[in-house]
């Protein structure tokens, strides 16, 4: 499975970005997928997560209230909308796949090359 990331770019503080991750095969449908993130200098944190079904979603606290992910099976791709961006969201953000929703980036199998997500004050 392959995964590439877009939407990435430079937004002011309090402004909005919407990621998508587009999945190459099929069995992306039995997947779990979540977004991690990583900013210079800093170890790779997560974001955000969704079931395969859909039907559970975890966020990070840092994020919570500020972020959505959500998936399409049909088309897919798993999007992630963040709103009242903050300077300390700026970081490489990154889709991956895993065969159950987790939390934890040595679980997942798939991973995308990453988006830049630069959010200036």
């Known amino acids: 499975v392959q995964l590439v990331e877009s939407g990435g770019g430079l937004v002011q503080a309090g402004g909005s970005l919407r990621l998508s991750c587009a999945a190459s095969?099929?069995?992306?449908?039995?997947?779990?997928m979540g977004w991690f993130r990583q900013a210079p200098g800093k170890e790779r944190e997560f974001v955000a997560a969704?079931?395969?079904?859909?039907?559970?979603?975890y966020y990070a606290d840092s994020v919570k209230g500020r972020f959505t992910i959500s998936g399409d099976n049909a088309q897919k791709k798993v999007y992630l909308q963040m709103n009242s961006l903050k300077p300390e969201d700026t970081a490489v953000y990154s889709c991956?796949?895993?065969?159950?929703?987790?939390?934890?980036?040595?679980?997942?199998?798939?991973w995308g090359q990453g988006t830049q997500v630069t959010v200036s004050s």
């Open positions: 095969e099929r069995t992306f449908s039995s997947y779990a």
């Open positions: 991956a796949g895993a065969p159950w929703v987790t939390t934890l980036p040595n679980e997942y199998d798939y």
């Open positions: 969704i079931s395969w079904s859909g039907g559970r979603t």
